[in-house]
């Protein structure tokens, strides 16, 4: 029956593997994540897995949260030491959860919605906080109207992932 399991694992991961190949925002992982190969509870190899580096200079790997009925990338969750972090697809932060389940359960919730929500922005070249409303969301960025609505003439930013878990750029959703 393991034989079975473990089989099976390897088909669901073949079938992860050619779907990423065709996702022009993939995030490569690095030798030292790549290291640490473990498996989250879906089996989803974490290996395979997007990795951020914390503000703390912590890699943390982020796994794919994807609806059942047309495999839609709905956001991510991440391990964060006794909690589960929720976020968008892009990397921002929607919530903790005491368990995985919780966590997904969020981001299948709330994550693709919260696209269409106004979010507050804060950095280096904003002065104190900016409304902003998203534009575009991917994998590796998020591209940003700084304004209250996004028409033609409102300047825009885009901002990485990466960027936005430097620590200098906060991205929080407006209630």
């Known amino acids: 029956m393991e034989m079975a399991l473990c089989e099976g694992l ?66 991510f969750v991440a391990e964060a030491g006794d909690h589960w972090l929720a976020m968008t697809v892009f990397g921002a932060e929607l919530g903790h959860r005491d368990d995985y389940g919780g966590a997904v359960q969020l981001v299948l919730d709330e994550g693709l919605a919260s696209l269409a929500d106004h979010w507050m922005l804060s950095g280096p070249d904003v002065d104190g906080e900016q409304i902003v409303c998203i534009q575009h969301a991917s994998r590796g960025s998020v591209t940003l109207a700084l304004d209250y609505y996004s028409m033609p003439g409102v300047p825009s930013l885009t901002l990485s992932t990466d960027q936005l878990h430097s620590g200098l750029w906060t991205l929080i959703r407006s209630a």
Do not use: N
């Open 10 to 75: 390897r088909t669901v991961q073949s079938v992860v593997d050619s779907l990423r190949e065709d996702d022009e925002d993939r995030v490569s992982t690095t030798k030292a994540g790549a290291r640490r190969a473990q498996t989250d509870p879906h089996g989803q190899a974490a290996a395979k897995c997007p990795r951020l580096l914390s503000p703390l200079g912590d890699t943390v790997v982020m796994i794919e949260v994807r609806r059942d009925e047309d495999y839609e990338l709905c956001g």
